[in-house]
């Protein structure tokens, strides 16, 4: 009986586990439908009537590709021109005069601390020979995001995105949270970007935008908040270019944590324990459930007895024989 | 045969005695090799010496500071003016957000701003990462101590780590929370930006401020009064124009008995409104005011904010513990009972000593008038005593206590939350001065003076006279034959390192070690084995001589009959 019970369980277990495995691949074939935040694209653009940067010159220069990845943003090519994107021309925002504006080759902020670094828009990397194609991709970034993840705080809209080497990206940073955020990415070449860095920062609700380009191998770079406690706590995903190389760990519904916490069952109250208010019925219920096994071993106990009455018998026969043959 | 049974008597009898001659001498003294230690610099290097001096940045005055770590000269600038009235340059020397401070008309006409806004993050210090088995971003409030906390910080700009290589926290991000100055009539807004992954609130306490704000809300901070918790992810604005002075206290409170004691809590201050009264609108860190308003300056010669904290180190370990927010939530709200818990870490602007000497010195010379503004935000009371001094007791909460009956005191008692005032005069008359020195400034329930109840620890700091500053502006201790480098190391704190070791050249009350001698045990069953060993042998004697035994005894035997038969 424990056996089968056991078998049970393991079964249960294996499925569950199958589950798990597979959930993450779930995951993944989801971000091939990434691209295709027209009607993000639409959404952001309502959000934010007011926004007075309306550079569209920036787009003009782009030679959209017929690629599939971007076929949906050249479809709404007319949306440009309430786009956030900025030219390295044009800051971030030029609203304000009394304010600076910091601008060197790299770095460049406004002054609400909106930030774009490590922008790159005509550099090759060595290992490319021209560009391959040219992306736009908008990121989410908020609070809402990390709805999906049990047991994260903040997370970005899409934990993975794909694009060819040496692809040139245009990357909208959407903070739709009202503190700052961070699209930070790690590990670049670092004779094109400072520190191997390329970011993005802004205090939300507000779209930052910034391009780079990547190198002409397969790799897969980390994108991070560093805010403290925001990575650790969900808001990380990962940026395969190609085949891509090692995953990077603890990024929520993509890949396994490194170190996990342990959980325990506890002992929150049930609508069940309402439903049985009355005292001798909770009384009765809690004295079988505790009782279980042991009147089970007891029913097992009678159902083996009952079943050893014929072979009791025909011993007492035989012993009956064997005395009256003395 | 003969020399077999020799050696076999000999083994045992060397045996013995060994064990006899390690009982007579006791185990050598064991002394630790200092090689052997992971010594810090007792001023920390990172620190450029142009920052201690007086300078002018920005058209901001910044008085001398010759402590080992002082303020850097770029937030105090940034502080005085706002980071909207600085130049690019200077900005980027803080690491501060261009709106942190935003300074912004002259409502009163009389030459300073008077619509400040201040904005804060709030930030996780020491907690769990999932992707390796380490806390992150590390403070260390002493060599090798590092409780989980959190902090109000400035609203700051880019990473959150010294860089990408480093876990160690950015230098805005630290314990205290900052110290907020402004003046009577500012209208000020403190913007709170939650950037954690938890609710919170801030409360202001003492602070003149409506219970709520026809267009922010609820101004109280608590959340069964005035507003709900401000989620992760979200901004509250806590508007007051204050009509009074004085030392006051903010923190969060939001489940206060953890929240408070994790860190959330800082020293606000409401200067007198004078004109021209440009304020150093955040200290971070606490410690000196490097640019005092116009009435300190009118009254006194330095100004110090010393704010007394208190962390239980389990509190701060659920942090170290889970990474998930709902455990850690779980952990704090339902499991941890405040009521069975004890405080082990006590600090002094965010640091225990020895740290406290680097940055929290308060560093005087004679005939000087210095303001001390007190707060405690631990959760005991503390009485902090002044070695050489007696101070006057100003201000209680605040509120200025009646000239004529202020008292002057060497133990100031501090209930929880409470304020004091005081007035340090350096006049060497035996009474508020006892002359020049390196005088102790401490908490005097003994706990206080501890690090996790290892002396020396805890909030303790020093009134030093100049003439009493030595290299990298430390104490000049040396000449006593002090030697300060041992407290400098995390072994000392992991209580490893025998503290009177090298009071004498034997070492004479250093540490025992295991060596030579043999413990009562192993004495005690290498005797019985000795006995065993022993009686083996006489049984194989006897065994081996059994025959001749047997005759002997048969003859005996027939002896004695034969002789009673005699007898008959």
Same mark, same amino acid.
């Given at each position: 009986?424990?056996?089968?019970?056991?078998?049970?369980?393991?079964?249960?277990?294996?499925?569950?586990?199958?589950?798990?495995?597979?959930?993450?691949?779930?995951?993944?074939?989801?971000?091939?439908?990434?691209?295709?935040?027209?009607?993000?694209?639409?959404?952001?653009?309502?959000?934010?009537?007011?926004?007075?940067?309306?550079?569209?010159?920036?787009?003009?220069?782009?030679?959209?590709?017929?690629?599939?990845?971007?076929?949906?943003?050249?479809?709404?090519?007319?949306?440009?021109?309430?786009?956030?994107?900025?030219?390295?021309?044009?800051?971030?925002?030029?609203?304000?005069?009394?304010?600076?504006?910091?601008?060197?080759?790299?770095?460049?902020?406004?002054?609400?601390?909106?930030?774009?670094?490590?922008?790159?828009?005509?550099?090759?990397?060595?290992?490319?020979?021209?560009?391959?194609?040219?992306?736009?991709?908008?990121?989410?970034?908020?609070?809402?995001?990390?709805?999906?993840?049990?047991?994260?705080?903040?997370?970005?809209?899409?934990?993975?995105?794909?694009?060819?080497?040496?692809?040139?990206?245009?990357?909208?940073?959407?903070?739709?949270?009202?503190?700052?955020?961070?699209?930070?990415?790690?590990?670049?070449?670092?004779?094109?970007?400072?520190?191997?860095?390329?970011?993005?920062?802004?205090?939300?609700?507000?779209?930052?935008?910034?391009?780079?380009?990547?190198?002409?191998?397969?790799?897969?770079?980390?994108?991070?908040?560093?805010?403290?406690?925001?990575?650790?706590?969900?808001?990380?995903?990962?940026?395969?270019?190609?085949?891509?190389?090692?995953?990077?760990?603890?990024?929520?519904?993509?890949?396994?944590?490194?170190?996990?916490?342990?959980?325990?069952?506890?002992?929150?109250?049930?609508?069940?324990?309402?439903?049985?208010?009355?005292?001798?019925?909770?009384?009765?219920?809690?004295?079988?459930?505790?009782?279980?096994?042991?009147?089970?071993?007891?029913?097992?106990?009678?159902?083996?007895?009952?079943?050893?009455?014929?072979?009791?018998?025909?011993?007492?026969?035989?012993?009956?024989?064997?005395?009256?043959?003395? | 045969?003969?020399?077999?049974?020799?050696?076999?008597?000999?083994?045992?009898?060397?045996?013995?005695?060994?064990?006899?001659?390690?009982?007579?001498?006791?185990?050598?003294?064991?002394?630790?090799?200092?090689?052997?230690?992971?010594?810090?610099?007792?001023?920390?290097?990172?620190?450029?010496?142009?920052?201690?001096?007086?300078?002018?940045?920005?058209?901001?005055?910044?008085?001398?500071?010759?402590?080992?770590?002082?303020?850097?000269?770029?937030?105090?600038?940034?502080?005085?003016?706002?980071?909207?009235?600085?130049?690019?340059?200077?900005?980027?020397?803080?690491?501060?957000?261009?709106?942190?401070?935003?300074?912004?008309?002259?409502?009163?006409?009389?030459?300073?701003?008077?619509?400040?806004?201040?904005?804060?993050?709030?930030?996780?210090?020491?907690?769990?990462?999932?992707?390796?088995?380490?806390?992150?971003?590390?403070?260390?409030?002493?060599?090798?101590?590092?409780?989980?906390?959190?902090?109000?910080?400035?609203?700051?700009?880019?990473?959150?780590?010294?860089?990408?290589?480093?876990?160690?926290?950015?230098?805005?991000?630290?314990?205290?929370?900052?110290?907020?100055?402004?003046?009577?009539?500012?209208?000020?807004?403190?913007?709170?930006?939650?950037?954690?992954?938890?609710?919170?609130?801030?409360?202001?306490?003492?602070?003149?401020?409506?219970?709520?704000?026809?267009?922010?809300?609820?101004? /109280?901070?608590?959340?069964?009064?005035?507003?709900?918790?401000?989620?992760?992810?979200?901004?509250?604005?806590?508007?007051?124009?204050?009509?009074?002075?004085?030392?006051?206290?903010?923190?969060?409170?939001?489940?206060?008995?953890?929240?408070?004691?994790?860190?959330?809590?800082?020293?606000?201050?409401?200067?007198?409104?004078?004109?021209?009264?440009?304020?150093?609108?955040?200290?971070?860190?606490?410690?000196?005011?490097?640019?005092?308003?116009?009435?300190?300056?009118?009254?006194?010669?330095?100004?110090?904010?010393?704010?007394?904290?208190?962390? /239980?180190?389990?509190?701060?370990?659920?942090?170290?513990?889970?990474?998930?927010?709902?455990?850690?939530?779980?952990?704090?709200?339902?499991?941890?009972?405040?009521? /069975?818990?004890?405080?082990?870490?006590?600090?002094?602007?965010?640091?225990?000593?020895?740290?406290?000497?680097?940055?929290?010195?308060?560093?005087?010379?004679?005939?000087?008038?210095?303001?001390?503004?007190?707060?405690?935000?631990?959760?005991?009371?503390?009485?902090?005593?002044?070695?050489?001094?007696?101070?006057?007791?100003?201000?209680?909460?605040?509120?200025?206590?009646?000239?004529?009956?202020?008292?002057?005191?060497?133990?100031?008692?501090?209930?929880?939350?409470?304020?004091?005032?005081?007035?340090?005069?350096?006049?060497?008359?035996?009474?508020?001065?006892?002359?020049?020195? /390196?005088?102790?400034?401490?908490?005097?329930?003994?706990?206080?003076?501890?690090?996790?109840?290892?002396?020396?620890?805890?909030?303790?700091?020093?009134?030093?006279?100049?003439?009493?500053?030595?290299?990298?502006?430390?104490?000049?201790?040396?000449?006593?034959?002090?030697?300060?480098?041992?407290?400098?190391?995390?072994?000392?704190?992991?209580?490893?390192?025998?503290?009177?070791?090298?009071?004498?050249?034997?070492?004479?009350?250093?540490?025992?070690?295991?060596?030579?001698?043999?413990?009562?045990?192993?004495?005690?069953?290498?005797?019985?084995?000795?006995?065993?060993?022993?009686?083996?042998?006489?049984?194989?004697?006897?065994?081996?001589?059994?025959?001749?035994?047997?005759?002997?005894?048969?003859?005996?035997?027939?002896?004695?009959?034969?002789?009673?038969?005699?007898?008959?």
């Amino acid at each position: 009986m424990n056996r089968n019970i056991l078998s049970l369980l393991i079964a249960g277990a294996l499925t569950a586990s199958i589950y798990a495995v597979a959930q993450p691949k779930d995951t993944i074939n989801d971000e091939h439908a990434h691209h295709d935040h027209s009607n993000h694209s639409i959404e952001q653009h309502k959000e934010q009537p007011t926004d007075q940067n309306q550079d569209h010159s920036h787009h003009n220069e782009h030679q959209h590709s017929s690629d599939h990845a971007i076929s949906h943003e050249h479809d709404h090519a007319m949306d440009h021109s309430q786009h956030t994107t900025h030219s390295p021309e044009h800051s971030v925002s030029g609203a304000d005069d009394h304010h600076h504006h910091h601008m060197d080759h790299d770095h460049i902020m406004d002054h609400e601390g909106t930030m774009i670094m490590g922008q790159n828009f005509d550099k090759l990397p060595s290992s490319c020979q021209s560009i391959s194609e040219e992306v736009e991709i908008t990121v989410r970034a908020g609070r809402k995001y990390s709805a999906k993840f049990p047991g994260t705080a903040f997370a970005f809209d899409q934990q993975q995105w794909k694009v060819k080497p040496c692809s040139k990206i245009t990357w909208h940073f959407v903070n739709e949270d009202n503190i700052r955020h961070q699209f930070m990415m790690h590990g670049l070449p670092k004779y094109l970007y400072k520190l191997g860095m390329f970011h993005l920062e802004v205090t939300g609700p507000k779209t930052v935008s910034g391009t780079m380009i990547v190198p002409g191998k397969d790799e897969t770079f980390l994108v991070h908040c560093d805010i403290s406690h925001h990575m650790e706590k969900g808001m990380k995903a990962q940026l395969v270019v190609g085949k891509g190389g090692t995953d990077i760990p603890s990024i929520p519904g993509l890949t396994p944590y490194n170190l996990t916490d342990t959980y325990e069952a506890e002992n929150l109250p049930k609508v069940g324990d309402k439903v049985e208010s009355s005292k001798m019925v909770r009384q009765i219920t809690q004295f079988t459930s505790d009782n279980l096994q042991t009147y089970g071993m007891m029913l097992i106990g009678i159902l083996l007895g009952l079943l050893c009455i014929p072979f009791i018998k025909g011993i007492l026969k035989l012993r009956k024989k064997t005395e009256n043959n003395n | 045969m003969p020399t077999y049974i020799f050696i076999a008597l000999l083994a045992p009898f060397i045996m013995l005695s060994s064990v006899t001659y390690g009982a007579s001498k006791l185990p050598a003294t064991v002394k630790v090799n200092p090689e052997a230690l992971t010594s810090e610099p007792m001023c920390d290097p990172v620190i450029a010496p142009s920052w201690r001096e007086a300078q002018e940045i920005e058209g901001v005055k910044i008085e001398a500071s010759p402590v080992c770590s002082p303020d850097n000269p770029a937030w105090i600038a940034a502080a005085v003016k706002g980071t909207n009235n600085i130049s690019m340059d200077t900005l980027m020397k803080t690491g501060l957000s261009p709106d942190a401070i935003i300074k912004t008309d002259d409502i009163d006409g009389d030459g300073d701003p008077d619509r400040i806004t201040i904005r804060l993050e709030i930030m996780e210090l020491n907690g769990k990462s999932p992707d390796f088995p380490g806390i992150v971003p590390t403070f260390d409030i002493a060599p090798g101590i590092q409780p989980g906390a959190w902090v109000f910080s400035p609203k700051m700009s880019g990473m959150s780590t010294e860089n990408f290589e480093s876990i160690r926290a950015n230098p805005l991000l630290r314990l205290p929370s900052p110290v907020i100055r402004v003046e009577v009539g500012d209208i000020v807004q403190i913007v709170l930006e939650n950037t954690h992954y938890f609710p919170h609130s801030i409360h202001l306490h003492g602070v003149d401020h409506p219970f709520a704000h026809h267009e922010h809300g609820g101004q /109280d901070g608590v959340p069964q009064t005035s507003e709900i918790e401000l989620m992760p992810g979200d901004r509250r604005v806590y508007q007051f124009q204050a009509r009074q002075p004085g030392t006051m206290f903010y923190h969060c409170h939001v489940q206060t008995h953890t929240h408070l004691a994790m860190g959330l809590a800082g020293m606000i201050i409401i200067e007198e409104n004078k004109p021209n009264n440009w304020l150093q609108t955040l200290n971070i860190g606490a410690g000196h005011v490097r640019h005092p308003s116009v009435a300190v300056r009118e009254h006194y010669d330095q100004e110090y904010d010393l704010h007394y904290h208190a962390m /239980d180190k389990e509190l701060g370990q659920i942090i170290q513990r889970h990474n998930d927010p709902r455990l850690i939530a779980r952990d704090m709200n339902q499991r941890y009972d405040i009521t /069975d818990s004890t405080e082990d870490y006590y600090t002094l602007n965010g640091l225990s000593f020895p740290y406290t000497l680097r940055e929290s010195l308060i560093v005087v010379e004679p005939d000087q008038k210095i303001k001390l503004r007190l707060l405690n935000s631990g959760g005991e009371l503390i009485a902090i005593h002044t070695h050489g001094h007696h101070a006057t007791i100003t201000h209680y909460d605040g509120v200025e206590h009646n000239p004529v009956a202020q008292i002057m005191r060497d133990v100031f008692d501090m209930a929880p939350a409470q304020r004091l005032d005081l007035k340090l005069e350096t006049v060497n008359d035996g009474k508020h001065s006892y002359g020049e020195g /390196d005088w102790l400034i401490h908490d005097h329930r003994e706990k206080g003076i501890t690090t996790n109840g290892m002396a020396e620890g805890g909030s303790m700091s020093s009134i030093v006279y100049k003439s009493y500053l030595g290299e990298s502006n430390m104490p000049k201790v040396s000449h006593f034959g002090i030697d300060l480098n041992k407290y400098f190391t995390k072994e000392y704190y992991e209580r490893r390192l025998p503290v009177w070791q090298d009071l004498d050249e034997w070492s004479s009350l250093g540490s025992p070690g295991e060596g030579s001698g043999l413990e009562d045990k192993t004495q005690t069953s290498l005797i019985y084995g000795v006995i065993g060993l022993l009686s083996g042998l006489m049984f194989y004697w006897i065994f081996s001589k059994r025959k001749s035994i047997t005759q002997v005894m048969l003859g005996t035997i027939s002896r004695i009959n034969a002789s009673k038969g005699s007898n008959q």
